[in-house]
């Protein structure tokens, strides 16, 4: 019989790993056992949801899980109904939805949207971890011709190459799926991609990098923000959220 230490090892992925036990007694004796262990990735544990399952006129309310939303740029251009959540904009218009109960330094968002317009001007960002002013997110900036370009950004810096959609040209009413993931400290990490609903979601992140700036290495909210620039193609824009997901 024995009793004593039990030896504990985290793995940074799941697989099949070998063990090697030795043991050695009081006079010098040794003997060794080796034997395969399974190691499996703890469930994701979702830390906010929103089915928008619900009517409000004038904000966004609370959402399924994760508390309410705290809105920026005018509670009136937000509302709930057939299962989204809407924003409407102009020209110039910012407008912010954040889960301020939710803190999290590890987070991966997955969220469905639509707009009904196209052409240049207009983006769409998923906040991945803010603190204070500064953030990390994916944007989708939409462009002519339909183009739709991912981003991943520290604040309005982008910190990898941008990428464009490919097959999407988009339209009115058109749905995209975005996901992002945002882990880790000193570096965090920041990847996302983004593909037409409905379609295959792609089997790879299609833009990451990193980060490592002092006041974002720590937890931090999530929501989204839009924005249509003074130099967009259309007057107004409307929006719908219709899935927004986190788990960590």
Request: charged content about 15%.
């Given at each position: 019989t024995a009793s004593g230490a039990t030896a504990s090892h985290p793995y940074a992925s799941a697989g099949t790993y070998t063990v090697k036990l030795t043991v050695t007694d009081n006079r010098g004796g040794t003997d060794s056992v080796t034997k395969q262990v399974s190691v499996t990735a703890p469930?994701?544990?979702?830390?906010?949801?929103?089915?928008?399952?619900?009517?409000?006129?004038?904000?966004?309310?609370?959402?399924?899980?994760?508390?309410?939303?705290?809105?920026?740029?005018?509670?009136?251009?937000?509302?709930?109904?057939?299962s989204a959540g809407q924003v409407s904009l102009k020209k110039g218009d910012t407008r912010t939805?954040?889960?301020?109960?939710?803190?999290?330094?590890?987070?991966?968002?997955?969220?469905?949207?639509?707009?009904?317009?196209?052409?240049?001007?207009?983006?769409?960002?998923?906040?991945?971890?803010?603190?204070?002013?500064?953030l990390y997110s994916a944007r989708l900036k939409?462009?002519?011709?339909?183009?739709?370009?991912?981003?991943?950004?520290?604040?309005?810096?982008?910190?990898?190459?941008?990428?464009v959609l490919p097959g999407v040209v988009y339209a009115p009413g058109d749905r995209?799926?975005?996901?992002?993931?945002?882990?880790?400290?000193?570096?965090?990490?920041?990847s996302a991609?983004?593909?037409?609903?409905?379609?295959?979601?792609?089997?790879?992140w299609q833009v990451s990098g990193t980060d490592s700036t002092a006041t974002l290495q720590q937890a931090g909210t999530?929501?989204?923000?839009?924005?249509?620039?003074?130099?967009s193609t259309t007057d107004t824009a409307a929006t719908r959220l219709l899935t927004y997901i986190v788990t960590r």
């Open positions: 469930a994701a544990e979702t830390i906010a949801q929103d089915l928008f399952d619900r009517t409000v006129t004038g904000g966004w309310g609370t959402a399924t899980l994760g508390g309410p939303w705290t809105l920026q740029g005018g509670n009136a251009a937000f509302s709930v109904a057939g939805s954040r889960l301020q109960s939710v803190s999290t330094t590890s987070a991966e968002i997955t969220a469905e949207m639509s707009a009904d317009r196209t052409g240049a001007g207009f983006s769409w960002t998923l906040i991945g971890r803010q603190v204070s002013t500064d939409f462009e002519a011709n339909g183009v739709v370009r991912l981003y991943v950004l520290r604040g309005e810096t982008a910190l990898a190459n941008s990428f995209l799926t975005i996901k992002l993931r945002v882990t880790g400290t000193s570096p965090t990490t920041v991609k983004a593909w037409r609903s409905g379609t295959t979601e792609p089997a790879t999530i929501g989204l923000t839009q924005y249509l620039s003074t130099a």
